[in-house]
């Protein structure tokens, strides 16, 4: 599959930060995520080209909104603390507008977040629910994992 059309650019994490293949699985979620700070999406992804960092996303998005992709969608990013969900999931690392308090994000940063789970949805041919639980095809990294992420 490769990367959505939307991308501007390509910062390819490091073979050790993500799993080849997703073990059978169909993508049939999405997880998006926060990345607690104020980056572009390049900033964001160089950060999965350290080798021991031991996690990855499929895209970053930049508090400017532009769209980075870092794990081609064949592969298994490590985002969620779940190995059943990454394997599901297009995993999205959004960058913050500020640090702290609510942890909000950009108008452009969401309007990124938006058009890209569009893409994602159509091309996979799924729709985004939102249960509350891990088998909507909407997840939050608090559904795996002991963490107040995202917000």
């Known amino acids: 599959m490769g990367f ?16 080849n293949g997703r073990k059978g699985y169909k993508v049939c979620k999405i997880t998006p995520h926060h990345m607690a ?8 992804a160089r950060l999965f080209q350290n080798p021991n960092r031991q996690a990855s996303a499929n895209y970053c998005i930049g508090n400017d909104g532009g769209i980075v992709g870092c794990v081609d969608e064949n592969n ?4 969620s603390s779940s190995s059943s969900n990454d394997c599901q999931a297009i995993t999205i ?4 507008s ?15 977040l938006v058009n890209l789970c569009v893409d994602i949805c159509k091309r996979y041919g799924f729709r985004l629910t939102y249960d509350g639980t891990a088998n909507g095809s909407l997840t939050r990294h608090n559904m795996f994992a002991n963490t107040s992420c995202p917000r």
């Open 93 to 96: 690392e959004v960058s913050n």
């Open 76 to 79: 298994r990013a490590w985002t």
């Open 98 to 112: 500020s640090v702290g308090g609510d942890y909000p994000i950009s108008a452009a940063a969401w309007n990124s």
């Open 4 to 19: 959505s059309s939307l991308i501007k650019s390509q910062v390819l994490a490091s073979a050790s930060n993500y799993t």
């Open 37 to 44: 700070g104020v980056l572009s999406g390049e900033q964001c």
